[in-house]
């Protein structure tokens, strides 16, 4: 199973557990961070105001003065690299996240730490093949059952520098023409939260497989390096996925459906030290990552996504390089989502900081 983690730019350029039903949709916001909501909606009762500078069904063009002007005071500003551009959200308190709008992928996430300074979350790195400049990392959405080569279009920004600020995204799919999706990336007080909205607007049913919201979290050392709250989850250990297309450190590829063994997560305050690729089933809401090398923490959290996909390339690799990162995030990696005709289904991805 291939799953794109990464992105293209061109030289010319706890908590309860979450479980998965069906009921109609109320018309309400989902009040963050870690709000945990049912995740399939009937589409006839879904009614989400559009972002206030947006009208509905409208799309603004990747221009970097345009934009400037369209959204000035809603807490972003924009940067052109080339064939896309960067919106770069920021907050009063200091956390700020920068988001490559047509490829949807969140390439960097700051927050204030308890000694007054800001680190930086995510991990991303750059690699170079042929004529094209790889950014691997990050956080990103991915669909093995679709078309990756989709852009993202901007719908919208709404909010302010004060309490939060929203990118709302939008993609048809040229693979699965019945499936409109929208992604929604928040970063609100110490949180960022990354939504994916998939609506089924055909007349037959429809399996996504191969979803996942997954980000490359920034650490010293795999060995410095703890997830905590597991404990009596269920796992299924799966071959690794590299960030593009691929397999982790260039481990040769084993067919989609191959998983090795399972069983039970027996440590609370697991170390990450050795390498490992897992699903975990039967996990809890949310759960934490500490980084006693750099004395920091993340509550990675989920709504609508019943797995949790993690990967630590363990201490065998050089600690400091471009491999100094677990990878964490909700998934439905071993069961599909299964969309009846006008229904919606939505999985959010939670990064809190609790170091503030």
């Known amino acids: 199973m291939a799953l794109s983690h990464s992105t293209i730019v061109s030289y010319s350029s706890c908590l309860p557990m979450c479980r998965y039903s069906k009921l109609r949709l109320l018309s309400s916001h989902p009040s963050l961070p870690l709000h945990f909501n049912n995740n399939v909606k009937r589409l006839e009762s879904f009614h989400l105001p559009p972002p206030a500078a947006a009208a509905a069904s409208s799309?603004?063009?990747?221009?970097?003065?345009?934009?400037?002007?369209?959204?000035?005071?809603?807490?972003?500003?924009?940067?052109?690299?080339?064939?896309?551009?960067v919106a770069k959200l920021k907050l009063d308190n200091g956390s700020s996240a920068n988001v490559m709008l047509t490829r949807g992928v969140v390439t960097s996430y700051k927050v204030k730490v308890w000694h007054g300074g800001k680190v930086e979350l995510l991990h991303t790195w750059v690699d170079q093949e042929q004529e094209e400049v790889v950014i691997r990392g990050g956080v990103s959405s991915a669909f093995s059952s679709s078309d990756e080569t989709n852009e993202w279009s901007l719908h919208g920004i709404t909010g302010d520098s004060e309490n939060c600020v929203q990118v709302e995204l939008r993609r048809s799919d040229k693979k699965m023409k019945e499936i409109e999706m929208k992604q929604i990336i928040t970063l609100r007080g110490d949180t960022l939260s990354i939504e994916l909205w998939v609506t089924n607007k055909g007349v037959s049913p429809v399996n996504i497989k191969g979803c996942s919201l997954v980000s490359y979290l920034t650490v010293s050392t795999p060995e410095a390096t703890y997830a905590?709250?597991?404990?009596?989850?269920?796992?299924?250990?799966?071959?690794?996925?590299?960030?593009?297309?691929?397999?982790?450190?260039?481990?040769?590829?084993?067919?989609?459906?191959?998983?090795?063994?399972?069983?039970?997560?027996?440590?609370?305050?697991?170390?990450?030290?050795?390498?490992?690729?897992?699903?975990?089933?039967?996990?809890?809401?949310?759960?934490?990552?500490?980084?006693?090398?750099?004395?920091?923490?993340?509550?990675?959290?989920?709504?609508?996504?019943?797995?949790?996909?993690?990967?630590?390339?363990?201490?065998?690799?050089?600690?400091?390089?471009?491999?100094?990162?677990?990878?964490?995030?909700?998934?439905?990696?071993?069961?599909?989502?299964?969309?009846?005709?006008?229904?919606?289904?939505?999985?959010?991805?939670?990064?809190?900081?609790?170091?503030?």
């Open 59 to 85: 799309y603004f063009p990747i221009d970097v003065e345009y934009l400037q002007r369209e959204f000035s005071g809603h807490g972003a500003t924009f940067e052109d690299i080339g064939e896309t551009c």
């Open 228 to 356: 905590v709250g597991l404990e009596g989850s269920d796992f299924v250990e799966k071959t690794p996925f590299l960030p593009r297309f691929g397999l982790v450190q260039g481990e040769e590829e084993e067919e989609d459906g191959q998983y090795g063994l399972s069983g039970e997560e027996e440590s609370n305050y697991k170390q990450l030290s050795e390498e490992m690729s897992r699903i975990y089933t039967l996990a809890p809401s949310s759960f934490t990552i500490i980084d006693r090398g750099r004395r920091n923490s993340v509550v990675v959290g989920r709504e609508g996504f019943e797995e949790v996909y993690m990967y630590s390339p363990g201490s065998k690799l050089e600690s400091y390089t471009k491999s100094a990162y677990v990878c964490i995030g909700p998934s439905s990696l071993l069961k599909p989502i299964s969309l009846d005709p006008g229904c919606v289904w939505r999985g959010v991805l939670h990064l809190h900081n609790p170091n503030s």
